[in-house]
């Protein structure tokens, strides 16, 4: 399983330089700095960095990006492990893993509200899903909601049969009806019901409001915060006007992450829909009232019950507030 997962990791990182962009350079010669950034290919995952190429902010700050695609946040932090990023961008469901040790989070993003139980037409209830077979993307937002959704309707995965599959798969599987359900997320929902409109939703992120905020956030290699603190600095102050910027003028947003993704805009104005922006004031507020270290040890609590953490983790052994609060100018 582990040689797979390295496997996948190799052909995603090699897929996602083929198809890289740059942000321009920025200074000359040794004033450059050189960034690696993977991102996912919708609103949440692409916005920022839409913004910091179409509004010169890579230029700005000197540094020279390479960003490259990828399916999901797991995939994200193994290249960060291996050197082969230095930042990449994680959804709720992959929080564990910095949570973990495995990064550090640099910034906080969205409030993501994209993740559905998805299942065939006539299904009415969790419960009619026991037995059933459903796809989801393991150690994701997906799996995120879908583990959340089987406890409140008191079944646990060994109730049901979990066939792991990367999004691609789960899109191409469900459409031709080979699973029955999935732990899923919006905009590739989207294109499913294209081909089956009468698909059900059985639970959503807002179901859990109450007791969990399901946070998006950008990455770093552990070595990039602990030995280049130049490189971190200037990369959070590219977030941190992008985000300044998004909040202010999201349909510019929406436009850049359009263009940057080849989508029609309206289409990512719609996938928008699906997060709660969070602006920088809401943002630096937050990290210093303890706001954002309630909801990763929300998140954290889960992951314990969830079988991804041992024990409770301390939020400032791996989010990097102080750094992002100190980058204010």
Not at 238 to 257: C, F, G, N, Q
Not at 297 to 323: E, H, I, Q, R, S
Request: charged letters at 20%; a neutral charge; hydrophobic letters at 45%.
């Amino acid at each position: 399983m582990r040689k797979t997962f390295i496997a996948a990791a190799a052909i995603v990182v090699a897929l996602g330089a083929a198809a890289c962009s740059s942000g321009g350079s920025g200074g000359s010669g040794g004033d450059t700095t050189h960034v690696n950034f993977g991102y996912i290919g919708d609103f949440n995952g692409a916005s920022l960095l839409a913004v910091a190429g179409d509004q010169g902010l890579w230029k700005k700050h000197g540094i020279d990006v390479k960003t490259s695609v990828f399916t999901n946040g797991p995939l994200q932090i193994q290249a960060l492990g291996t050197g082969d990023l230095d930042f990449g961008y994680i959804g709720p469901g992959a929080m564990w893993l910095p949570a973990s040790g495995k990064a550090k989070v640099v910034a906080l993003n969205t409030l993501g509200n994209a993740d559905r139980v998805i299942a065939q037409a006539g299904t009415s209830t969790m419960a009619d899903l026991k037995g059933k077979t459903i796809g989801v993307p393991e150690g994701t937002s997906g799996d995120m909601i879908l583990t959340l959704a089987l406890k409140k309707a008191g079944l646990t995965k060994n109730d049901v049969k979990i066939v792991p599959m990367d999004a691609a798969t789960i899109v191409s599987a469900f459409t031709s009806k080979q699973i029955d359900a999935a732990g899923f997320w919006y905009p590739a929902i989207a294109t499913i019901k294209k081909t089956l409109p009468d698909l059900v939703e059985l639970a959503k992120n807002e179901d859990f409001a109450d007791t969990l905020s399901f946070p998006t956030a950008f990455v770093a290699g552990n070595d990039v915060v602990a030995k280049d603190k130049g490189k971190t600095e200037k990369v959070i102050a590219v977030l941190r006007e992008a985000i300044k910027y998004r909040a202010e003028h999201l349909d510019e947003a929406i436009a850049s992450t359009a263009k940057m993704l080849n989508l029609p805009a309206e289409q990512v104005k719609a996938d928008a829909a699906n997060s709660k922006l969070l602006s920088l004031t809401d943002l630096d507020g937050y990290t210093k009232d303890g706001t954002i270290d309630k909801w990763l040890t929300g998140m954290n609590d889960y992951f314990v019950g969830a079988g991804k953490l041992t024990a409770a983790v301390d939020p400032k052994t791996y989010y990097t507030g102080d750094l992002f609060t100190g980058a204010a100018k």
